[in-house]
């Protein structure tokens, strides 16, 4: 009797242990790395400030930020707002010899704001601490992750990617580039390209900055390719009030400043690099569709075009009138952290 209720007792446990190790898989944060330019416009802060929030939620791992913007307050802006949001820990890359070398509009105007006799940010990284090249702190977080969990954001040129794709061997992994991501990387999610077809022939401005990267992304990237083209976040206005009302001491918060910046207010700003977050973060609701199957090309003037195929693994997302309110309040509320 005794060795019964033991055994009984045992695959209590047992099947205690795995329903509990279930739960652990799925509700394990899921590792995000960001790709960014942030500095030539002003979508990209409200991305990473939807990371954030959805960092604090416990629903992903922002387990890197790399940068694709060749300007070094680039490097000071995202370290102070990581802090800012009390991230202190993320790793960041840059490209060096990388795209848009201009300070911007708002990116050395918001580090020098003084605001009740305060600085707003305080960096404590600059390009003097001699950051790694972004497509290596890549191959670093990626080998250091699960196999098939990474998901990747990508909202500028995609210059790092192409130098991540073609980098070899090294001391954080054997395998090359494309080995790597195939071996580590879920999902590919970038804001590039356009694929409503009145205005296919207009390339989209992140393709363009850096073409040549764009068509090695998109012909070598082994994994699923997820693509938010321009006309999607030009649908969704972000509006004005909310960047006023819905950040406390919003007069002094860097996101709001930098947003007055940007453009003269009150202006209603596309949400391009938000929706890419946005659908990486959120696969399964219904804030988009996404088309079949098929490979997307780059032509050599930074058009995309998009092939149907079944054994294609890029898809592109589109976004209906009807869910425009639903998916708008979505946005609002990721990077307020406020209730719809």
């Known amino acids: 009797m005794k060795k019964i209720i033991f055994s009984v007792i045992c695959i209590i446990l047992f099947c205690d242990f795995i329903a509990c190790s279930e739960i652990k898989e799925t509700e394990r944060e899921v590792p995000v790395i960001f790709d960014t330019d942030l500095g030539n416009d002003v979508d990209d802060i409200m991305a990473l400030q939807m990371l954030y929030n959805y960092e604090n939620k416990g629903k992903i791992n922002i387990v890197g930020i790399t940068i694709s913007k060749s300007n070094p307050y680039t490097i000071q802006y995202i370290d102070a707002y990581n802090r800012f949001n009390k991230k202190y820990d993320i790793p960041i890359g840059y490209v060096y010899d990388g795209q848009n070398k201009d300070d911007g509009k708002y990116l050395r105007q918001t580090l ?83 694929f409503d077809i009145p205005s296919r022939s207009f390339p989209e401005w992140n393709i363009i900055q850096d073409i040549q990267a764009s068509r090695v992304m998109f012909a070598n990237w082994p994994t699923k390719i997820v693509a938010s083209g321009y006309e999607v976040g030009q649908k969704l206005l972000f509006p004005h009030q909310s960047i006023l009302n819905d950040f406390p001491e919003a007069y002094k918060n860097p996101l709001c400043v930098s947003y007055k910046l940007f453009e003269k207010m009150p202006y209603d700003r596309q949400t391009w690099d938000l929706t890419a977050v946005l659908y990486a973060t959120n696969q399964k609701s219904n804030f988009f569709d996404i088309s079949e199957s098929g490979y997307i090309s780059i032509d050599e003037k930074g058009n995309s075009q998009f092939s149907p195929s079944k054994k294609g693994k890029h898809y592109y997302l589109s976004i209906k009138d009807d869910q425009i309110p639903n998916t708008l309040g979505e946005l609002i509320y990721s990077v307020t952290g406020r209730n719809k």
């Not at 980098?167 to 590039?192: A, C, F, H, I």
């Open 112 to 194: 020098d704001t003084m605001i009740d006799g305060k600085k707003i940010l305080y960096p404590n990284l600059s390009i003097s601490d001699s950051l790694p090249q972004a497509y290596i702190l890549h191959r670093k977080l990626l080998s250091e992750q699960p196999d098939s969990s990474v998901i990747f954001i990508v909202v500028g040129p995609d210059t790092n990617i192409k130098r991540l794709l073609e980098s070899k061997s090294d001391q954080y992994s054997d395998l090359n580039g494309v080995e790597l991501v195939r071996k580590k990387v879920k999902l590919l999610v970038v804001m590039g390209g356009n």
